[in-house]
């Protein structure tokens, strides 16, 4: 009796090794990497994550941006050109919903295609891509690219292969170049708002950057004047309606040479300002949407209501910006000694108002593209997302009518302006780019399915450990009882 228990134990320990190893090599254990948020990487610090370019030069530029960018230009062998971008560190495809690249071309049209690696997949094929066609004449546009629904896109993501012209054959024309300006990993919507206004802010570079405030950046600012509060809350400035139930004109005054010294950052004279642009987010308890800044220069010392420009801002709780142009004005120089920031004309008792950002730009240029970008990300907070398969587009109808507006996962206004716009992607679906020698569709054929989570891997793990002891102590039991 005793033998044949330790028989039946013996085959039950065995059985559960079995189970365990057929799971790990059937269902691959998706590890967990949340603790690493999905990064944004801009400008010339994009270069250190991308490699195995394939008839490409890569330089870095700054020729006409404030900011740092990359070039990848065609070489003499222009015949589809590619690099691929390896994340700086380990993440998951399902954390990654979204990826933002800010572009241009010289070229007359260009498509620019992702092809995917994650999970199974170790090289690159047609069955997990995403591309996005976009407007030439050198401007600067965010391309959108949507991976929600993206095949073979799930488990740890290994590469990305940029094909920043895609199509591209033997006798297209060497040193036709495309420029990206960073690349944004974003695990929702939300973050596709910020990713975008980080992006913005390297291409553009301000001259004075004030952002991610501390307590310490709050000292500049007059405190509780005319009824308004001002606190740090996830390092964004908050003022806020203090001590009444209706205001009709709350304000807080900003030492700004006391702000730069807190920034370590180089005063400006008033006749180098092109542009002040703040970045804020209203509640609805603000009636008067507007916002008057105050600037003192020189011998102007004070608010001077002679002194002053005014624009209107979105309450409905999404991020907005005010630009106040300073360009070619004859009232404003010398040193700067500060602004007042009338941040609304009329409000009741909870209102708020939210500052991410007060960028001071030297070029308008740099200025108005840093609006577009703002402007344009707007929309997505507006529309929402949510991606209709009845409306998407076939690599066809597309190729057919590049110039009409893409069929996206947010709903867009055409840009054709003179700057910069978003663009958002469409579902690939052909089969006609040739793909690197490495690929193959064994590699690429990832049952979305099949991946279990590493917490359960862990669980059945213990449950076997615990099992194989509990095995131990009864033979040896029985052992004894049998001696």
Known sequence: MVG??????FKFICLLLLAFVLLSLLCPVRVMCTENAPPVITGGELSSYLGNSKNTDISIVSDDMPGEYIRLKLSENPEDPSVTFYPPSSYNAEDVEYIIIPVRTNRADSR?????????????????????????????????????????????????????????????????????AGIALCPDENSVIDAINILAKSLCSPANRFDNFTEEAVSAFDHAVNFTGISVVDSNLVFSLEGTAQCEDPYLGLNYQKLTQIYNCEALDAEDVAAVIIRLKGNDKIYQDFFELFYYAGSITGANQQYSMVCQYDTAGQWD????????????????????FDWNCGSYDGAELEISDILIFDDINSADLYMDFIEEANLISEDGGGEDDSEKQTED???????????TGFEQEENTEETGGLISDTEATDDSDSVNEEDTSAENETDNGSEIPFYIMCVFLVCLSIGSVVTVVVIRVLNKKQN
Do not use: C
């Open 112 to 180: 620019f295609k992702l092809y995917l690696s994650a999970g199974q997949s170790q090289g690159f094929g047609e069955d997990s891509t995403s591309y996005v066609w976009f407007s030439p004449d050198h401007e600067w546009q965010m391309l959108i690219f949507d991976l929600r629904d993206t095949d073979g896109w799930s488990g740890e993501i290994h590469s990305i292969r940029l094909d920043y012209i895609d199509h591209a054959q033997k006798d297209e024309e060497p040193g036709d170049y495309t420029d990206i």
């Open 4 to 9: 044949a228990i330790k028989k039946y134990l």
């Open 321 to 340: 910006g005010v630009m106040f142009d300073f360009d070619g004005r004859n009232d404003f120089a010398g040193a700067i000694n500060g602004f007042r």
């Open 397 to 407: 109808e597309i190729s057919d009518s590049t110039d009409e507006e893409q069929s």
